[in-house]
């Protein structure tokens, strides 16, 4: 019996995997506690290919952490685990909230050896009609929300992004849809004028992706990837 629950958690987590590295950028503060255990909340710069950069919440237990001084950390983090999401009532409204769950934390010396400081696989269904669009200077972009299952009978809510040929290929994709993607997780700056005429400066969360299958019922993959991913 124990055999059977763990393969079951195996291949929930196997749906949602994400391995980023990058510098501790400050935030650090409780979150929650579950059955006796604390987590909390820090920020961590991610660098891409252009001079961008990342910053990505993190969610971690206070047993991985344990003894670590994180603003004094001698090289950089490399986070495995999760992207998650749920529901924070925030203004008056529910909002979607997306963080990096922690599973194993590392402090690497040589961080010019990692290739690729941002990776993410989910395996989920699309729960939301993909909205098609163009922007100013032409680039096509495909909105998806990707509804990822995890243990327990939760689900994660993950907003994803396709560009140019993955936005062509992702634009037919319809509600119930099972889809594999890589790519990665990218922050963005926005901003919001509320009615009183108050601009917000706000950060969103997706998933930028670069590579995209589409599963049929015989578990049959359709695939389509694009390098041009937006500033990579």
Not at 22 to 36: A, D, P, Q
Not at 61 to 77: A, N, Q, V, W
Request: include cysteine; hydrophobic fraction near 30%; proline fraction near 3%.
């Amino acid at each position: 019996m124990k055999g059977s629950v763990g393969s079951m958690t195996e291949k929930a987590v196997n749906t949602n995997t994400v391995t980023v590295v990058g510098r501790y950028h400050g935030g650090l503060e409780f979150s929650h506690k579950i059955y006796g255990e604390g987590f909390y909340s820090f920020n961590l710069v991610v660098p891409r290919l252009s001079d961008y950069k990342d910053v990505l919440p993190i969610t971690i237990s206070e047993r991985l952490i344990f003894g670590i001084d994180l603003e004094h950390i001698d090289g950089t983090i490399q986070i495995e685990g999760q992207l998650r999401s749920y529901n924070k009532y925030i203004d008056g409204n529910n909002r979607l909230v997306l963080t990096v769950f922690t599973r194993d934390m590392n402090i690497l010396k040589n961080p010019e050896e990692i290739k690729n400081p941002n990776q993410i696989f989910l395996d989920g269904y699309i729960c939301k009609d993909p909205l098609y669009r163009t922007t100013p200077f032409g680039r096509e972009i495909t909105d998806l929300l990707l509804a990822v299952n995890r243990s327990y009978g939760k689900s994660d809510y993950i907003p994803c992004i396709a560009w140019g040929r993955n936005a062509r290929f992702s634009e037919k994709l319809r509600v119930g849809d099972r889809i594999k993607i890589w790519g990665r997780i990218q922050s963005r700056e926005y901003q919001k004028r509320l009615v009183n005429g108050t601009v917000l400066n706000k950060i969103a969360y997706e998933v930028s992706i670069s590579k995209m299958e589409r599963v049929n019922e015989n578990n049959r993959t359709y695939s389509s990837d694009d390098d041009s991913q937006g500033d990579c």
